[in-house]
């Protein structure tokens, strides 16, 4: 026979905070829910019953709660919580205040007694805001950004090919991306979202194997015992409809319910041909298998199938590849391959097979060795950087994507969960939980981000036939794309135990919990690039570059029906013809089978077995709450070598030894409750990773990165625990991040190794086999980041919500490449004799060995020169503010809500030049980033109170700053690189509550 059941319904004044909690048999005992409010257990409660007369104890608690600071609730429609210390229920959170968290020891823990810095986004702040999913969210989080590559030498957006968020939590890459916290590295989207956890610097207890910055996680929506049945329809003024539907289901009372959440989004951008289409379903379940006097089982579950098609572009747009040529005076070449005035080049001195797709134009032709622009590709002092974004925005408008439709990401996944908790004689809880993850990607790239906007100079075609495109914009490049696979599965076990001293008569001794992690992860992944490219090659393999095939599209701007993109290639097939061949002045016809053909391949194979054990106590009547953690993580990777076949093609793998790694990990930290509105809390923690097969220039694996930080901090509770501050000290670094690539300074190096008069030196061959690596090399840098965090949340009356974060940073980078410094410093005695007027390049190229060495020397300069300073793109200063205020019912502005958001990023460096000595030259900043969000909402109810409908107007950048963000600047400042503003973005949501 089930026990029967006794519901308290307990409110934390003057909080507002309530919690209704179901007491099934002794196994939930009052103890459990009071910490955090101003009771105190009578000893007849601590002791165990068994007897029927204990129940009468229990029903008398309801008069105690009335005699106490804490209300009893007699609404039945609030709603049953169970105090799982695995699971949070975010329907305890009030309006952006949240009370617990799972963040800070992997059990359900008050936010109060959390010594890490953590910070919660609620299921209310998530709605005001409108936010679609973690990437909108990461821009409001405190002392969080996107990563926009800004950091890096050079921002290729590559990143948007796989849909991978990519975080700077404190200053510092490489944030992990959870939800429910298991590895997730995809956005969430808001539709099956309940909150989002922000846990800034590393954390042990929740992942050991991680980066220095920190997890955000989010938590999904989990199936309740009462009813949620909610349908939400959103437009906005780019051509958006997005409906969700969010129904829960009770089947049987407080047994088993059902939550179906359901998501259509479909809408375009701002910029040309970027549009987006996802449809998504997530199902949850909550079953209570068991139920008795001594033991409880649940068993919860949720599966989600998510298909999602889109066009990319990047945030900024292409680059200037004519600039040259027009400030040479703009020449035209009257023949096919006659000689180019300077500002004129050439596309390549070897077989160049492209295929224009204008239509009326189409023909494929080998445009070997003839003429197209130059633009700028050195600063002004003689760097080269590889380009400049286009800037005349009257001609090129920032709508402007020429990379066109063909730029697509097709992207499915399946996962689904599975949780088992099992609650034991009172104090006992077992959680067996599984997830498994199958993503596929499918990402085409017809443009590179290094291709160019270009003009054809040529006045014939390369057949001597007149050229109708002559002095036309082009863009060109050959496509390819990309096939990626990841299965995912997470087994995790968790045990904890409540040790509670008081029932034993021994309250001095206080309350602690105990909990033992066990988590084993398998990832496999599969991925495989394919190219156009000549099939019945006349010589060398189809990969070779003498047999790609370009595809070019002539662009119209003038025109208002002009081609302003790149054609689709996927409605253009090319087919098999005779081509003729110029091959060096020496013309041959040959048949060109345009195909694509499969360029790499390769799988890999991920282990890691974690062990964590976690002890959280609470004495002196809760005044003192500690947190200890240890995780010790084992890792396997293993990876293959593509085999080749006779064409080049890689079709089969050949698996390499795998490579092992370990780490121990810990958190320690401790809450200090001095006052009933004041606490103090301290934490360390620790982190370290793999770098994922990342190789530095000998071809040796990247070691381990590894973080650590140490938090200080004050919690304030004011206005009677509305207001909720806290303010936090970090010392947060990060060793070992793996974000340099190096292989512009190997090139040069192996050119000097190769060379004729190094040519049968014994060294110059062990320097050459020290360095087997391609040109695709790493290397690490340290970085290191201290200052203060602040956070104000709360309701500060019943209609007036707040969030508002304040974050200062100091950081700068240290130990830059120190792995390559190590092989020059190792073998540099082998290039310097050399005198500098050899050449390198064994095959007659024109680099000495003076330029290769300025090469060398001059690429390390330039990471050691950077040493002590703040990385490029990162702002000292950060400022989010959201507020919004609901009219009562009694205001002749009933139903009217009002609130709106800032957001404010001090100015970052862009750029930095520096003198022979290492000295700072000259330092660029680019202005201040500044947003206002503006809320408009209506709420009303119809049909005598079953139908509530709230209104909802956002307008993201009110003011419509539109100015570009510059990202790099030349000597003299002149901006050579950006990325765009997202313009004013109006959204109107309408959601229905029946």
């Known amino acids: 026979m089930n026990s029967p059941r006794i519901w308290l319904r307990v409110t934390d004044y003057p909080s507002g905070i309530t919690q209704a909690v179901r007491l099934v048999g002794r196994a939930k005992k009052l103890h459990r829910i009071l910490p955090g409010t101003n009771l105190n257990t009578p000893e007849t409660m601590k002791k165990n019953c068994y007897s029927a007369y204990k129940w009468c104890a229990w029903i008398s608690c309801l008069g105690i709660l009335a005699a106490c600071p804490v209300l009893s609730q007699e609404n039945d429609e609030d709603e049953i919580q169970e105090l ?61 950004s996107n990563d926009f590559e800004e950091t890096t030498d050079v921002q290729t957006g590559n990143f948007l090919e796989e849909d991978n968020i990519r975080i700077r939590i404190r200053s510092l890459p490489t944030g992990v991306v959870a939800r429910n916290f298991f590895r997730w590295n995809l956005r969430s989207d808001s539709y099956n979202t309940e909150r989002i956890d922000f846990s800034r610097g590393p954390n042990s207890i929740l992942f050991g194997r991680s980066g220095p910055s920190g997890v955000i996680s989010a938590s999904t929506k989990q199936a309740k015992f009462h009813d949620i049945r909610g349908l939400q329809v959103q437009l906005d003024d780019r051509n958006r409809f997005r409906t969700s539907l969010d129904w829960n289901q009770p089947i049987i009372d407080n047994k088993l319910a059902v939550r179906v959440n359901l998501l259509y989004d479909k809408h375009d951008s701002w910029q040309d041909i970027a549009e987006y289409e996802s449809q998504r379903g997530h199902l949850a379940a909550t ?10 089982t649940i068993l919860r579950g949720e599966l989600e199938v998510s298909r999602t098609e889109e066009v990319r572009v990047r945030p900024w747009s292409v680059l200037n590849g004519f600039n040259s040529w027009r400030d040479q005076g703009s020449a035209l070449i009257p023949t096919a391959r006659g000689d180019r005035p300077d500002g004129v080049g050439r596309t390549s001195s070897r077989r160049y097979l492209s295929y224009i797709q204008n239509p009326g134009h189409q023909s494929l032709m080998d445009w070997e060795d003839m003429a197209r622009s130059d633009g700028y590709q050195t600063l002004s002092d003689g760097t080269w950087y590889g380009g400049q974004n286009l800037f005349d925005f009257e001609q090129f408008n920032q709508e402007l994507a020429i990379w066109g439709p063909g730029s697509a990401l097709d992207q499915d996944y399946d996962t689904y969960s599975i949780y088992l908790t099992q609650s034991l004689w009172n104090d006992l809880n077992i959680e067996l939980a599984y997830n498994y993850l199958d993503r596929w990607d499918h990402n085409t790239r017809p443009i590179n981000w290094n291709s160019p906007l270009r003009v054809d100079p040529n006045q014939q075609l390369p057949d001597g036939s007149p050229n109708p495109n002559v002095g036309k914009f082009y863009v060109e490049d050959q496509v390819q794309y990309n096939i990626r696979e990841r299965d995912q599965k997470t087994f995790r076990a968790t045990i904890a135990y409540n040790l509670d001293f008081e029932k034993f008569n021994a309250g001095w001794a206080g309350r602690h919990t105990l909990a033992f992690l066990y988590q084993n992860e398998d990832q496999d992944y599969e991925g495989k690039n394919f190219r156009e490219a000549n099939t019945t090659p006349t010589s060398h393999d189809w990969r070779n570059s003498r047999n790609r095939i370009y595809r070019r599209t002539y662009l119209d701007f003038d025109s208002p029906n ?196 190094l040519l049968n030196d014994t060294e110059a061959q062990a320097a050459l086999a020290d360095t087997p690596g391609g040109n695709s090399i790493r290397d690490t840098v340290d970085t290191v980041a201290t200052g203060w965090e602040f956070e104000l949340l709360g309701n500060v009356t019943d209609n007036w919500r707040i969030s508002a974060n304040f974050s200062q940073t100091d950081s700068s980078t240290t130990n830059r490449a120190p792995l390559t410094q190590d092989y020059v410093s190792t073998w540099e005695h082998v290039w310097l004799p050399v005198p500098g007027d050899e050449i390198t390049d064994s095959d007659g190229g024109e680099q000495t060995f003076d330029e290769a060495r300025a090469a060398v020397y001059d690429g390390l300069a330039f990471e050691t020169n950077q040493n002590g300073f703040r990385q ?56 201040e980033d500044f947003y206002l969000d503006l809320r408009l909402a209506y709420r009303m109810n119809l049909l005598n109170d079953k139908l509530r409908w709230n209104i909802q107007l956002n307008v993201r950048n009110l003011l419509d700053e539109t100015d570009v963000l510059y990202t790099r600047t030349d000597v003299d400042g002149t901006p050579v690189r950006y990325r765009f503003r997202d313009p004013r973005h109006i959204l109107l949501t309408n959601t229905f509550s029946f």
């Not at 079953?287 to 409880?296: H, N, Q, R």
Request: hydrophobic share 35%; aromatic share 12%; net charge negative.
């Open 287 to 296: 079953w209570v298998v068991a139920e008795s006097d001594t033991y409880e």
């Open 84 to 144: 799982s210390p695995f699971l949070i229920n975010s329907e305890s959170d009030v309006g952006y205040v949240a009370t617990n968290t799972l963040a800070g020891s992997r059990l359900n823990t008050r936010l109060a007694d959390t010594p890490a810095a953590i910070s919660v986004f609620t299921s209310e702040f998530i709605n005001d805001l409108a936010l679609s999913d973690t990437f909108d969210a990461v821009e409001y989080g405190l002392n969080t």
């Open 872 to 927: 490029f793109g990162d702002s000292e200063y950060r400022v989010n503010g959201t507020t919004n205020y609901d009219f009562s019912d009694d205001s002749f502005l009933k139903g009217l809500s009002i609130g709106g958001s800032v957001r404010w990023r001090s100015k970052p460096p862009i750029s930095r030049f520096l003198n022979p000595d290492g000295s700072v030259d000259m330092e660029y900043s680019r202005s």
């Open 562 to 757: 002009g081609q302003r993109f790149h054609i689709n290639y996927q409605n253009n097939p090319i087919p098999a013809q005779q081509v003729e061949i110029w091959d060096n002045g020496n013309p041959q016809t040959a048949v060109v089978t345009p195909a694509f053909f499969q360029r790499g391949y390769g799988k890999e194979k991920e282990s890691l077995e974690t062990m964590m054990f976690a002890l959280q106590s609470s004495v002196w009547n809760g005044r003192i709450v500690g947190t200890f953690g240890w995780r010790r993580d084992e890792i396997e990777l293993r990876d293959t070598d593509a085999i080749r076949n006779s064409n080049g093609e890689e079709l089969e793998l050949d698996w390499n030894d795998p490579v092992t790694g370990d780490g121990n990990t810990k958190t320690y930290g401790v809450v200090f409750h001095a006052l009933d509105w004041l606490s103090l809390h301290y934490n360390h923690s620790d982190s370290f990773d793999l770098q994922d097969g990342d190789r530095d220039i000998r071809n040796n694996l990247i070691p381990n990165l590894t973080g650590v930080t140490d938090d200080f901090g004050i919690r304030i509770n004011a206005l009677d625990n509305r207001i909720i501050f806290t303010a936090t000290y970090f010392d947060t670094a990060g060793e070992g991040i793996a974000n340099l690539n190096k292989g512009n300074i190997r090139s040069p190096i192996v050119n000097m190794l190769e060379s004729d008069y």
